[in-house]
């Protein structure tokens, strides 16, 4: 069993927001990376893609999520599944959002130049 204590969730910060990990493979050897997504009101992350699915579970506030050409209005009790190799991008609401979220552990962002940026620091 792996136990990771509060204290050492791992924090990290962009222009989009601030991602707390849970559990990741730099955290005890998990195959599945959790983390939570803290974004402040009105801001939008950059538009980008992921070689494996995501679920965001939004647990409070709200967000614009654009998804493979469709747009949707979500709120805190909301889940969406983003299926990999779908641009996408989550814009908060006026109110911000948080939200949870998995993923596979070595899932990799790709940009929209289909440029494969690695794995992101709080999924790693």
Do not use: C, N
Request: proline share 7%; aromatic share 6%.
């Amino acid at each position: 069993m792996t136990v990771i204590r509060a204290a050492a969730a791992r924090r990290s910060e962009t222009p989009a927001g601030v991602m707390t990990t849970f559990a990741s493979p730099g955290q005890g050897g998990s195959g599945q990376s959790v983390w939570r997504v803290d974004a402040e009101p009105g801001v939008a992350g950059p538009a980008h893609d992921f070689d494996r699915e995501q679920i965001w579970a939004f647990v409070t506030g709200g967000a614009t999520v654009e998804l493979g050409g469709e747009t949707v209005e979500v709120a805190g009790g909301d889940t969406v599944i983003m299926p990999p190799h779908t641009a996408r991008r989550v814009t908060a609401a006026a109110e911000g959002f948080t939200a949870v979220v998995t993923a596979a552990g070595d899932a990799k962002a790709i940009l929209p130049d289909g440029t494969v940026h690695g794995t992101p620091p709080w999924i790693a």
